[in-house]
């Protein structure tokens, strides 16, 4: 029986290479000359630091653009707010992977409301869907593209005939 799977996900090495882009970018450019600003990678979050909360936003906005040139969409970052201390402002961006299980039953929901003979199962941190017919699958899909409630980049794969 066909299926796929609903996941959100992130090429954890494309995000360092952005990261290590960003950081070039910020050591090379005028307005950031003898600051100590910089993006710091931990295992899911990240670390945006400057000295002022307006280059942490200026630090943010490179790294937003470097993320865009990489194909990795923001949706899938959760900036913190900015904390002051000491001369150094700092802003803690979480990096979401995986679908947590309000987004899955909401998903699920979704699919069981088109009324499209297809059954879509919960699995850990992804969404398991399965249909007689490719076309009913493909439709699944496109509908998921579509919606706009889902704040969180899907990305659709393990597709088996």
Known sequence: MPSFDVVS?????ELTNAIDQANREISNRFDFKGTDSRIEKSDSSLKLIAPIEFQVNQVKD???TKLAKRNIDVRALQAGD???????????VT???????ELAKKITKLIKDTKIKVQASIQGDQVRVTGKKLDDLQEIISLLKKEKSIQLPLQFNNFRD
């Open 9 to 13: 996900e992130i090429d954890q090495h």
């Open 62 to 64: 490179i790294l937003h």
């Open 82 to 92: 900015i904390t002051e201390s000491n001369n150094v402002a700092q802003m803690e």
């Open 95 to 101: 990096v979401k992977e995986g679908i947590d299980k």
